[in-house]
């Protein structure tokens, strides 16, 4: 065969291979491959994750059709090199170029947590750390760390006035340094010129008045009568009289389950015993919601002094100006927990 043959030979052969192989590449690139006639679904790739965690994580769930065209490409776009931690949306029928490059860029879609009826700090940190990569044990070490609540301005009985229950979009990955950094910036928001000098107004610090937002919480079952109660304390506490809240009670036995508050457990030497102890208690209760601390400090301006549960235990409460009365309202909400049978 000529020479002048073999080079028109090579040429077809060269040119059929290079055909072929653009084609290839062409379809490795613009080709569906990610979930190909699927819904889209979310990828989570763990802090610390490898390349070879990723395509682990694709091939047992079903998310690529072929393995070994996305591993080529995630090579030449040096994304094996550059995997980002993450909860990442891939979108069905996704082609190769468009997932890797939103999983090299480190595009995670964020989450959202939300956290709200958190007595005890110990429960906490199962509700915050739903649906997010930070262990709920990785978060409480934190929260007992007296250098961290220091570090923001708090204290062990007042650290708790920090978190704001609320819904908080964040990403998947947030550290817990990270989170209490959140925390406490959402804090200083909400806390603002408004907020404080409505605090400063009552008498109180921003502190001070989700303590009592704590106790308002924990009384009210009715929204409309937060602001009530409310002004009810705050006539107490300028009057130096003790609070007297039974919700601070139950607090300092820590037993949750008291529906009826008795002398023997008004007998609890504690400085959140408000029975024995005048002023508010070192602490919040709870973490009281905004619509509680916001009606603190838009307290109603009346003469109350005494309330108690009405007798058809409605949820509202019967509010007095004057013991005698309160003693009145007080002995028929007695004789309404007999006949129900609550005795404790």
Not at 77 to 101: F, H, Q, S
Not at 192 to 213: C, H, I
Not at 279 to 307: K, T, W
Request: proline share 5%.
């Amino acid at each position: 065969m000529s020479k002048r043959k073999i080079f028109i030979a090579f040429l077809v052969v060269f040119s059929i291979s290079l055909s072929s192989f653009s084609f290839y590449f062409y379809q490795v690139i613009n080709s569906p491959n990610i979930l190909v006639d699927k819904e889209s679904r979310y990828l989570y790739i763990p802090t610390g994750a490898s390349f070879s965690d990723v395509q682990t994580s694709l091939y047992e769930q079903g998310i690529v059709n072929n393995l070994v065209a996305f591993s080529f490409l995630a090579k030449i776009m040096n994304y094996d090199k550059l995997v980002k931690p993450g909860k990442y949306l891939l979108a069905g029928n996704m082609n190769n170029r468009e997932a890797i490059r939103m999983l090299r860029a480190g595009e995670q879609v964020p989450v959202n947590i939300t956290f709200n009826n958190v007595r005890l700090m110990e429960d906490f940190p199962p509700k915050i750390c739903h649906g997010i990569e930070l262990k709920p044990a990785d978060f409480q070490v934190k929260l007992g760390d007296s250098a961290v609540w220091r570090g923001y301005g708090f204290n062990d009985n007042t650290f708790k006035c920090m978190f704001i229950p609320n819904t908080y979009e964040v990403y998947w990955t947030i550290s817990a340094d990270e989170l209490l950094d959140r925390m406490y910036e959402e804090y200083e928001n909400f806390w603002d010129n408004s907020r404080r000098s409505k605090a400063d107004s009552a008498g109180l610090t921003p502190v001070e008045v989700t303590v009592l937002a704590s106790i308002v919480k924990a009384e009210c079952r009715m929204n409309e009568e937060a602001p009530v109660i409310a002004g009810l304390y705050i006539n107490r506490l300028k009057r130096n009289y003790a609070l007297q809240a039974d919700p601070t009670v139950v607090y300092a036995n820590r037993d949750f389950s008291i529906k009826r508050v008795l002398n023997k457990h008004k007998e609890i030497d504690s400085p959140y015993n408000t029975y024995l102890y005048p002023g508010l208690p070192p602490g919040p209760i709870n973490m009281p919601e905004p619509v509680y601390i916001d009606a603190v400090l838009n307290y109603s301006r009346h003469n109350y002094l005494y309330m108690v549960a009405k007798a058809d235990f409605s949820g509202y409460h019967e509010f007095s100006t004057n013991l005698q009365d309160h003693l009145a309202h007080a002995a028929r909400y007695q004789r309404a927990l007999n006949k129900e049978g609550i005795y404790r």
